[in-house]
Nanobody, 121 residues
């Protein structure tokens, strides 16, 4: 069972920056991946960036060159540095992790509560 705590959302002007952070806690055997998704009203939740422990970090096309995902493996923390923000980046951003727990052989996925990012023009 995993709990996620997100922070860093807020209001910023277009062209500005925000840094989101997410910390996972609980009985985690190992972290498989940490990433960020976002959702706006009336739209499906979409992947922003994903950082697997083993493998290639991926970014959505609409954030490439502007956002950077990073992890602190010792603290089970993932951050999303968002630069050159655009009004269309306005959304609720959700942390998502895939972990191994001692009670299951299958991976467990967990979502954060979401943090609002608003970019004004």
């Amino acid at each position: 069972q995993v709990q996620l705590v997100e922070s860093g959302g807020g209001l910023v002007q277009a062209g500005g920056s925000l840094r989101l952070a997410c910390t996972a806690s609980g009985n985690i055997v190992s972290m498989v991946a940490m990433g960020w998704w976002r959702q706006t009203p009336g739209k499906k939740r979409e992947l922003v960036a994903d950082a697997p422990t083993t493998g290639t970090t991926t970014y959505a096309d609409f954030v490439k060159g502007r956002f950077t995902i990073s992890r602190d493996n010792a603290k089970n923390t993932v951050a999303l540095q968002m630069n050159s923000l655009k009004p269309e980046d306005t959304a609720v951003y959700y942390c998502y992790v895939r972990v191994r727990v001692p009670t299951r052989s299958e991976l467990e996925g967990s979502w954060g509560q979401g943090t609002q990012v608003t970019v004004s023009s």
